[in-house]
């Protein structure tokens, strides 16, 4: 039977050919984020539609390329969009990119994401940090059989989710808030007691991406670094209703300031390696 950690293993033998040999760092473009690939610089690209098992994201603002690039002595393989649960796919499709990047020699993945905000006091369209998270959709990528040997089994430990390591890397490349992220199902937004209950929790962001990819990357050994753009103010905090529409035009505003934060963040990665 071929498991989901087969198909990740073909994805990065494509990806190997494609791209002429292993990678160092995945970072993962989320809503808000993909529009500040061009500030990363030039590389080699394909669709992502053409590796296997990966699906073209069909999410708004997400682009649908493979990028391998070049920072300091890293490789960097950059997706330009994901996969989300809401989408209908299940878990497997979610988490395939961080298990490619596994499969393909990474070590650390950086996952972006776009999110509501429950600070008032966090500017919109200003990158922060994730160091920690709270799993509300309800899923697991460990469901299952058991991985096959030699992979870890499934109680993956979540202590050091985010890595305290690459935080004080990212905060010494470009000072940042760090804050709880709240990963909800989706697609429809929060209510405004959702929100209130997600403050009573410890909650600083929510969005619908991003915990999944942790839980499975934390599993295959690499070690996480996320940030999120806050695009909109939280349901009930916002004064206008939310829409993916502004999240989109926050994350085009935001794009040059988003791609320079990831860049000091990947070159200080690779300067610390
Ligand atoms: N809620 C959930 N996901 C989001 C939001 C939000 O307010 N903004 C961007 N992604």
């Known amino acids: 039977m071929t498991t989901a950690f087969d198909l990740a293993a073909d994805a990065a033998a494509f990806l190997r050919k494609r791209f002429a040999g292993d990678h160092h760092i995945v970072a993962v473009l989320g809503s808000g984020w993909a529009d500040a690939v061009g500030v990363l610089g030039a590389g080699d690209r394909c669709a992502i539609s ?20 070049t920072i ?23 988490v395939h990119g961080v298990r ?3 499969a393909l020699g990474c070590k650390v993945a950086v996952l972006t994401n776009g999110a509501g905000v429950l600070r008032e006091d966090w500017p919109i369209g200003e990158p922060v940090m994730i ?9 697991s990528p460990m469901t299952g059989d058991n991985p096959p040997a030699p992979l870890a089994g499934r109680f993956v430990d979540l202590t050091d989710a985010y890595s305290k390591r690459l935080r004080a890397i990212a905060r010494g490349a470009s ?40 839980i499975a990357a934390r599993h295959v050994g690499l070690e996480v670094l996320a940030l999120s753009l806050p695009t909109n103010l939280a349901a009930g905090i916002s004064p206008t209703p939310l829409s993916g529409e502004e999240v989109i035009a926050v994350g085009k505003k935001s794009a040059a300031r988003a791609g320079e934060v990831l860049r000091a963040v990947l070159s200080a990665i690779d300067a610390a390696a």
């Open 131 to 139: 160091s920690d998270h709270i799993n509300l959709t309800g899923q």
């Open 100 to 102: 490619t990047a596994a």
């Open 72 to 94: 300091g002595s890293s490789r960097v393989l950059v997706l330009t969009g994901r996969t989300h649960f809401y989408e209908g796919h299940g878990v497997a499709p979610v």
């Open 50 to 69: 053409e590796v296997p098992g990966f699906k073209k994201p069909s999410a708004l603002g997400h682009g649908g390329e493979a990028i391998s690039l």
């Open 175 to 214: 000072p940042m808030n760090e804050g709880v992220y709240l990963g909800l199902h989706g697609p429809h937004y929060e209510t405004p007691a959702e929100i209130r209950a997600a403050r009573s929790w410890g909650a600083d962001l929510v969005g619908m991406s991003t915990v999944l990819e942790v």
